[in-house]
């Protein structure tokens, strides 16, 4: 936040530190990726309380698991992984389930809109949607996993995460053009 | 572009500020650290980085005198006792990041000894303070424990001793260690002496100097409706302080502490630690209920959340399953036990998210449970 908040480390340097443990480098680190983070926790919670919750333990694990981090691929990358996997645990826990109903091709609503929007709004229609849809539409949309990876990470098959992600587009793609409004009231099918 | 590729494009850069109160939960859960909240860090750095200004003219004795004492060379002949201290964080050399070059042992460590005894000690301070500013708190903290033990309660001392044995900068454990070394070295009694010398002359300084972390007074709120439960700690990794809530409730000797504020008004809260007084301010609102019953009767109909004391709130309610039942803003919010469609809420406990703006601008949050009853 501010520059003066710490004398600048290097990744490598706040893990050292935070594995001894040292309160300053653990502080550093989190200052470091909190926003971002947030960021992340946002896209898969239904409020910004559950977002702080997720975050909150999600970077507890972070530096519990810290010892696990070899230094392969970006810190960042690590960290987000850990999140991601924090927000489908309690996925999981919920023992929602998903039903992979294909939809025709037709039904897919005007997108144009949706990939030009702010991050703030953005969010709030994601934030709306049901979970099920929220985590799919996440982890392939913005995450970057296949549909096969996510069948394995949600315990659902390759064509329900197809399905789920197709209706979620779909889903915020009405909420987008009913201003923001409808997605609230739309059941999860 | 496909539409994922934009979608990520879109958050790319978004980084939305992140509430204090997350790291200061986060921060409680980790292993054996003290807490450090906001402004913390920033202290903590710039003792270190004040630290590395003041011992810069010294910085080639230190490296010197730092190699020495991870090798445990002659060093240890002259002065066991006094480095004693430092052991404990050796191996957490390498994350002080000072702007010094490794410099000659051999040749560094015979100026030492031809130069006056009073550097060297000065030294020797000054590489424990950057050590313990840098590394584990706790570690760090059992060091200067020793060293507050000179103007501190007798209490102090015990645990200090108890933590760390090496806390040898205690007057009573550096006597000790002089009969066991003497014998050896008649240096090592000088060099105590010195540093006792230096302790006594810088006392005033020495004693804001030696606190790893400037003292702060940390609240879980600061402030909300009443009855508002508030607990307050120190970032002095748990040591002992004395807490007055302003309202006449007075703890003492304790970690930390949490009073209950049952009436509006604005609280000062100080604490005491270390002789120092620290003091920061609460302001409790309006009275909140915990039931109420809309069953028509004229008591209790409504609950009213905000009203003179605010210019704003904004009410979150949800049921059990998260299900919201109100989701409104307004000076004053009145939820009449309806849901949103119109049907009545059930009898059961109701969750409630509150941003209450005061008058005096200031946004609290408060989460809570409202018993609903018919």
């Known amino acids: 936040m501010s520059p003066e908040s710490s004398i600048a480390m290097t990744d490598e340097q706040l893990v050292e530190g935070c594995l001894i443990p040292d309160a300053s480098a653990q502080k550093q680190l989190y ?27 999600g970077f507890v694990k972070v530096f519990n698991k810290l010892s696990s981090y070899k230094g392969e691929g970006s810190l960042e990358g690590w960290i987000r992984k850990v999140i991601v996997n924090t927000a489908l645990d309690h996925f999981r826990q919920q023992k929602i389930i998903l039903t992979g109903i294909e939809m025709a091709e037709d039904q897919i609503s005007d997108e144009s809109t949706l990939g030009k929007m702010e991050a703030q709004e953005l969010l709030k229609i994601i ?19 296949n549909h096969r990876e996510i069948g394995e990470l949600l315990g659902i098959s390759e064509n329900t995460s197809k399905s789920q992600y197709s209706r979620a587009r779909a889903q915020l793609a009405e909420s987008v053009q009913h201003h923001y409004q409808q997605a609230a009231n739309t059941e999860h099918p | 572009m496909k539409l994922e590729d934009q979608l990520k494009n879109t958050f790319d850069h978004f980084e939305p500020e992140v509430d204090p109160s997350v790291w200061a939960k986060v921060s409680a859960q980790l292993p054996s650290s003290a807490p450090v909240f906001d402004g913390g860090s920033f202290v ?16 080639g004795w230190i490296a010197g005198a730092t190699v020495i004492v ?55 301070k000054e590489i424990n303070k ?48 002089v009969t066991t070394s003497s014998a050896l070295n008649n240096k090592s009694t000088e060099i105590l002496s010195s540093v006792n010398k230096t302790e006594v ?20 709120t600061r402030g909300g409706f009443a009855p508002l439960s508030v607990t307050a700690l120190t970032n002095q990794n748990g040591k002992k302080a004395d807490f007055n809530f302003g309202d006449g409730t007075q703890i003492n000797n304790v970690a930390n502490a949490s009073h209950r504020f049952d009436s509006p008004g604005i609280y000062t809260v100080k604490c005491i630690i270390a002789g120092r007084e620290i003091e920061t301010t609460v302001e409790v609102l309006g009275q909140l209920p915990t039931v109420f019953s809309p069953n028509g009767d004229g008591v209790n109909d409504q609950f009213i959340i905000g009203g003179a004391e605010v210019t704003s709130v904004d009410v979150h309610i949800y049921d059990r399953t998260g299900r919201i039942m109100l989701n409104t803003k307004g000076k004053q919010v009145i939820w009449d036990g309806a849901v949103l469609g119109g049907q009545l809420a059930e009898i059961g406990t109701y969750f409630y998210d509150i941003f209450a703006t005061s008058n005096s601008g200031v946004t609290y949050k408060q989460k809570g449970t409202i018993n609903l009853f018919r």
């Open chain 2, 201 to 220: 002359g810088n006392n005033q300084t020495s004693k804001t100097e030696d606190i790893l972390v400037e003292p702060l007074l940390m609240l879980n």
């Open chain 1, 31 to 57: 200052e470091r990726f909190n926003r971002k983070m947030f960021a992340v926790c946002l896209r898969y919670s239904s409020s910004r309380e559950d977002g702080e919750d997720l975050l909150q333990e």
């Open chain 1, 127 to 145: 934030q709306q949607l049901p979970k099920g849809f929220r985590t799919v539409f996440n982890l392939y949309a913005i995450e970057g996993y």
């Open chain 2, 70 to 124: 991870g090798l445990g060379i002659i060093w240890k002949l002259n002065s066991t006792e006094v480095v004693v201290p430092v052991q404990p964080v050796i191996n957490q050399t390498n994350n002080v990041t000072l702007p010094i070059n490794k410099v000659d042992i051999k040749q560094e460590s015979t100026n030492e000894q031809q130069s006056g005894l009073d550097t060297k000690t000065e030294i020797s």
């Open chain 2, 44 to 59: 903590s750095s710039n003792i270190l980085k004040s630290l590395v200004a003041k011992i810069a003219p010294f910085a």
């Open chain 2, 130 to 177: 950057v050590k313990s500013a840098s590394s584990n708190p706790s570690k760090g903290q059992t060091f200067i424990a020793g060293h507050f033990s000179n103007n501190s309660t007798s209490e102090e001392i015990i645990s200090s001793q108890n933590n760390s044995n090496k806390a040898s900068s205690d007057n009573k454990a550096s006597t000790n260690s």
